[in-house]
Nanobody
Framework: QVQLVESGGGLVQAGGSLRLSCAAS????????MGWFRQAPGKEREFVGG????????YYTDSVKGRFTISRDNAKNTVYLQMNSLKPEDTAVYYC????????????????WGQGTQVTVSS
């Protein structure tokens, strides 16, 4: 069992930055690939990005490439989402999730989810 707790959300003006953190419980964090997803009001949950177990590979949806960066610290059981140049359309609840496999993009492939943290970008 893995428990995930996100933090770092908040209100920011367009063009600003936020860093989300996702702290995982347990000793097996490094055996999971990690992903970030988001869900805006009235919209389906969408893949934001993912990171491999070692942190050596990252994947992003096109709309955040060049603005968002995912990293992880396996010693701290934490994965991060650095968000720069934020836009109002980035407003959503952001979730981290843990995945035993290698399919990053599909939410149904993930085994554990955090409770989410709200990110609001004002124009």
């Amino acid at each position: 069992q893995v428990q995930l707790v996100e933090s770092g959300g908040g209100l920011v003006q367009a063009g600003g930055s936020l860093r989300l953190s996702c702290a995982a419980s347990g000793r097996t964090f490094s055996t999971y690939a990690m992903g970030w997803f988001r869900q805006a009001p009235g919209k389906e949950r969408e893949f934001v990005g993912g990171i491999s177990r070692s942190g050596g590979s990252t994947y992003y949806t096109d709309s955040v490439k060049g603005r968002f960066t995912i990293s992880r610290d396996n010693a701290k059981n934490t994965v991060y989402l650095q968000m720069n140049s934020l836009k109002p359309e980035d407003t959503a609840v952001y979730y981290c999730a843990a995945n035993r496999g290698t399919d990053y993009q599909h939410g149904w492939r993930y085994d554990y989810w955090g409770q989410g943290t709200q990110v609001t970008v004002s124009s």
